[in-house]
């Protein structure tokens, strides 16, 4: 573990400061901080038993469940490195996440096929959510002496969480304890900590959203009730039965909420649901709060550990679209190309600037983090700001409004899509010639993903002379995609074309490929 300034565990303190307080809430299952230090002890005794200690890099392959965040705690306290796969991802991608982050073990729901045990490149150790606690590793009860405690190395990595990056590839942004501990008040401090705070998880663990909760709820002395999926009624069902007072959703998971859950009151336990992950329609934030759901707008992203800005609900109806004001100890700026300050109502780059941005990306960063003799970073890559790539502009009274999203990234149901991803996927085709993948909105979904073909001259004949030929196409691009690609990568719209347009300087035309994809 790199020298520099430490402090005592987080989930230890709590533990200490208030042993009985509810920590945990899983259907049934209730856990209070004690019973939590006590699980998360065990569990770091059985990975230490099996090899794993200080400095590895741990992948976590398992879907929301109580084991998770314990095996997060257990991870830190050993002074590991927690690394979240995306439950939803290929072997294929799996396997890049891995070999990327630079994992020396993953820990796997124990029900995955067998190649997940043999094919990640690494030792991979099974567990049974909802059983994994007891029977994990077998530790003995006096090896909670040594790990029933522990302390943080604030400039350590606690996380390395995947996100999209500008080469097409999803980048393994690096998160210290540090960042995630300035995240975690900036949140406090803008939504409040009120002493019957409970936060509703739907969010999967794997987004730096769901993530941030665990921390969140630890230094707040809050619980944390855990949903295995998002389902609408089940959230309003669950929010209702443990008194939620916090909930954090996408927004195709509040179009989902509006839609099936109309007629239901909202419970009244609820002060605040923030949106995030995409940008939220300012007709569907009004009808939300029309119907008494008190919605907190936000702008954040995995490389600040998760929110950034956030608008309350008053400021949310007073101003449809923003996402408020830079959270305390952050700073966001508004930039043109040369990374000049822009004027209120002028569009340019965002900036996100503050002690919560990630230390840098895996393999772009030095592996140890160099400190002066004082314990703070000798080097910091954001210090004068990540550039987010996103576009917005702040109005006079400083308030941000997002005007796109990494102007080429596709947000589909909350999930990022890189367009170059798809299109290296769909080009190895033998029946594709040109292939340009873009988003188009979609009600519910935010965008959905739409790709854009020339076919092969062996294939484009036959495809134009007969439909069977043409769905068969289509069938065939779909199934293959499948085979490389999530799920939700996976173009929902199929556009072909004789050829892409392109711009003077020879590069494909996004605008001239959505315009072929637009209703008008």
Request: net charge negative; charged share 20%.
């Amino acid at each position: 573990m790199p020298k520099g300034f430490t402090q005592p565990d987080w989930l230890m303190q709590a533990a200490q400061e208030k042993p009985d307080a509810l920590a945990l809430i899983q259907g049934d299952l209730a856990w209070d901080y004690e019973t939590l230090n006590i699980y998360v002890g065990f569990m770091a005794a059985g990975l230490d038993n099996l090899g794993i200690g200080a400095g590895a890099r741990v992948g976590i392959l398992l879907p929301n469940c109580a084991e998770y965040v314990v095996l997060a705690w257990a991870i830190w306290r050993l002074g590991a490195t927690a690394v979240p796969l995306n439950t939803r991802l290929t072997l294929d991608e799996l396997r890049y996440g891995v070999t990327t982050a630079g994992c020396t073990a993953v820990i796997v729901e124990a029900s995955r096929p067998a190649e997940y045990f043999t094919q990640l490149g690494v030792p991979a150790h099974p567990l049974e959510p909802h059983e994994g606690i007891a029977g994990f590793a077998h530790p003995m009860p006096h090896e909670f002496d040594r790990w029933g405690q522990g302390e943080f190395t604030r400039q350590a990595f606690a996380l390395v969480v995947f996100t999209s990056g500008t080469s097409g590839r999803p980048k393994g942004a690096q998160l210290t304890f540090n960042n995630l501990y300035y995240a975690s008040m900036a949140s406090t401090l803008r939504l409040g900590n009120e002493p019957n705070d409970r936060w509703l998880l739907s969010l999967p663990l794997y987004h730096v959203g769901g993530l941030a909760m665990i921390v969140r709820v630890c230094l707040c002395r809050a619980p944390l009730i855990v949903m295995d999926r998002f389902d609408a009624l089940a959230v309003v069902e669950a929010a209702a039965q443990h008194r939620a007072t916090l909930i954090s959703l996408v927004p195709t998971m509040l179009h989902r909420l509006l839609r099936e859950t109309a007629g239901n009151p909202f419970p009244e336990s609820v002060r605040l649901v923030l949106i995030g992950g995409a940008a939220l329609d300012p007709v569907m934030a009004i009808e939300a709060l029309d119907r008494g759901i008190p919605i907190a707008p936000t702008y954040g992203l995995t490389e600040a550990g998760s929110q950034v800005c956030t608008a309350l609900p008053d400021e949310a109806r007073a101003k449809p679209g923003t996402v408020g004001k830079p959270l305390p100890f952050m700073r966001v700026r508004v930039v043109d190309a040369q990374g000049h300050d822009m004027q209120a109502g002028e569009i340019g780059e965002i900036i996100v600037q503050g002690p919560n941005v990630m230390f840098g990306y895996v393999g772009e960063t030095p592996p140890d983090i160099p400190l002066t003799q004082w314990g703070t970073p000798a080097y910091l890559p954001y210090q004068e700001g990540y550039r987010t790539g996103d576009l917005g502009y702040r109005d006079a009274d400083g308030d941000l409004f997002i005007v796109q999203r990494r102007s080429d990234l596709i947000v589909t149901g909350g999930e990022n899509v890189y367009p170059a991803e798809i299109e290296r996927v769909l080009a190895a085709h033998p029946d594709v010639r040109e292939v340009a993948v873009v988003g188009i909105p979609s009600a519910e979904w935010g965008q959905q993903v739409a790709a854009v073909i020339a076919l092969s001259d062996a294939v484009r004949t036959p495809f134009m002379a007969s439909a069977a030929a043409h769905d068969a196409t289509i069938a065939a691009l779909d199934a293959y995609a499948r085979q490389h690609l999530a799920g939700y990568k996976v173009p929902r719209v199929w556009h072909f074309i004789d050829a892409l347009p392109l711009t003077a300087s020879g590069k494909v035309d996004r605008a001239a490929v959505r315009s072929l994809l637009s209703p008008d």
